[in-house]
């Protein structure tokens, strides 16, 4: 397996998978281009040690071949825009049109081509249509951690096409720089704070953080599926019924493991989902009929915000309520702040998982933290210890 720092790229086209899965509005703008500034060190390595430059990429979920609301095409400018020179785009991937402009790129020269889910060959991972994107290049570079979990086409098998002239990108270095610090060579006291709607989502990464943290703290919707478990009353709040046995045995490894799990003392209830609800605070056991939890009360957020700034290695993922909603965001704030103010002491954070990034970015926290993860799927799986295809056709190179 080849860097990206010392592999020599001049007078090479290098094909690069990039994640430009990014969200447009109905007037085909973007509106967070944050995955497209997280490419740019890598076409900037690239372009300046005299290569040229193939970007591929999905965009959406194109169903039945090409179509219009998907193309590529409206990133075209933007990026251009950010690389400060003009940006080709081939209308096909491995098409005509892909084949002669990627034949005729000039050291220095940028092509995008149009979205590879428009054929169906790229999520099935079929190898001909891995090999066609291959013949366009003369050397493949993966800096799509966000979908390096799927064995599709463009992310795993066309790695088989460069045996000695595949790598990774910066960005997904990074991640596994991130990643591999947290999950190998973590400072202690080490926190993990699990937040979202589902324990099943979240099952496996807490059984694995189960082995290396000090301290997990709960919030979000998961939360009530342990009080539950427990014997407290929830109310209306959400809750996996069939996981109550599954939630009382983690705290029971816990317990044996000397790992603390906390979870929320009192709660914000509100009387429906809707941020203009009637709320009220109670104790976290003490849910009443009708009445939803929406947030962690006061005296967690207190609790909570001790604990993440006496810790050394901070993992974040997922929300402690519905932060979406500016009446019940309080305990993701109150945490992100934390986690910030922590990390300014020293310690070393990484977020992760999309929630947390949209809060992150929301709060304008993503430079107080020391990373942010691109991947939610990828991230959690690679924390889970799951080989991700995208990574291992490189790694095993």
């Known amino acids: 397996m080849h860097n990206i720092e010392s592999y020599n790229f001049s007078g090479k086209k290098a094909i690069i998978r990039v994640d430009f899965n990014v969200p447009l509005n109905k007037n085909k703008e973007i509106t967070d281009d944050t995955r497209i500034r997280a490419s740019l060190p890598t076409i900037e ?14 965009l959406g979920r ?35 049109s892909a084949v002669r402009m990627s034949a005729e790129l000039k050291a ?15 999520s099935k991972g079929k190898v001909e249509f891995a090999q066609k ?24 098998i066309i790695a088989d096409s460069f045996p000695n002239d595949s790598m990774f990108g910066y960005l997904i270095d990074g991640e596994l720089t991130a990643m591999d610090n947290v999950l190998y060579n973590a400072k202690h006291p080490f926190t993990a704070i699990l937040g979202g709607a589902k324990v099943s989502t979240k099952i496996t990464i807490i059984n694995r953080m189960l082995e290396r943290v000090d301290n997990i703290l709960i ?65 976290i056991n003490d849910g009443e009929e009708n009445w939803l939890g929406v947030d962690i009360g006061k005296e967690t957020i207190k609790l909570y915000c001790d604990v993440i700034k006496n810790s050394a290695t901070i993992l974040w993922n997922g929300p402690m309520g519905v932060f979406e909603m500016d009446n019940f965001k309080a305990g993701t704030v109150e945490v992100a702040l934390s986690i910030a103010e922590a990390t300014k002491n020293g310690a070393y954070s990484l977020v992760g998982g999309g929630d947390s990034v949209a809060a992150i970015n929301q709060f304008n926290l993503a430079d107080k933290v020391s990373y942010v993860s691109t991947g939610g799927g990828a991230m959690l799986e690679y924390l889970e210890g799951l080989v991700l295809p995208g990574i291992k056709a490189i790694r095993g190179k």
């Open 219 to 283: 919030g979000g919707g998961m939360t009530y599926t342990f009080i539950k478990a427990m014997g407290g009353n929830i109310g209306n709040s959400l809750v996996e019924e069939d996981l109550l046995d599954v939630a009382r045995d983690v705290l029971k490894q816990a317990a044996a493991k000397g790992v603390k799990i906390y979870l929320p003392v009192d709660q914000l209830l509100a009387d429906k989902f809707d941020n203009a609800a009637n709320t009220k605070v109670t104790a």
């Open 45 to 58: 390595r690239v372009l300046a040690t005299g290569g040229s430059v193939i970007l591929m990429s999905h």
């Open 108 to 122: 220095g020269e940028v092509l995008m081509l149009e979205n590879l889910r428009f054929y169906k060959e790229e």
């Open 133 to 156: 994107l291959a013949a366009l290049a003369d050397c493949y570079i993966n800096d799509a951690f966000g979908t390096a979990h799927r064995a599709h086409a463009s992310t795993t």
């Open 62 to 96: 194109p169903e039945n071949g090409p179509e219009e609301k998907y193309s590529m095409r409206p990133l075209v400018a933007p990026l251009a825009k950010l690389l400060n020179r003009e940006v080709k785009f081939a209308d096909d991937c491995i098409g005509e």
